[in-house]
């Protein structure tokens, strides 16, 4: 069971930015996908994730709602997974959770095994 710690959440003026961090712990061969899920106040967390990177090859999934503002990294060497956001708006306004999926694809598939971390608050004002 992998173990995942997220920091580096706050307050942000609308446009501003935030750098999220994910330490990932223990991330084997069942998992295939690292990313960012969010939930947003008063509503249930959104089964697509907002970005996710593949753990194989790098390669990089936004939602259209975030396409262009936000920018996912890693850091291999420190098991660390950053997800840069810029632009901010204030409906960018949640908890951020990151988690490790066994789904190749970027979405909360409940059929199939991940681990999440307790999630980072993230808040815009206007």
């Known amino acids: 069971q992998a173990q995942l710690v997220e920091s580096g959440g706050g307050l942000a003026h609308s446009g501003g930015s935030l750098r999220l961090s994910c330490a990932a712990y223990?991330?084997?061969?069942?998992?295939?996908?690292i990313g960012w899920f969010r939930q947003a106040p008063g509503k249930e967390r959104e089964r697509e994730g907002v970005?996710?990177?593949?753990?194989?090859?790098?390669?990089?999934y936004y939602a259209d709602s975030v396409k262009g503002r936000f920018i996912i990294s890693r850091d291999n060497a420190k098991n660390v997974v950053y997800l840069q956001m810029n632009s901010l708006k204030p409906e960018d306004t949640a908890v951020y959770y990151c988690a490790a999926l066994a789904a190749f694809s970027c979405d909360d598939d409940r059929n199939l095994h991940s681990s999440w971390g307790s999630g980072t608050q993230v808040t815009v004002s206007s």
């Open positions: 223990g991330i084997n061969s069942d998992y295939h996908t």
């Open positions: 970005s996710c990177i593949s753990i194989s090859n790098g390669g990089t």
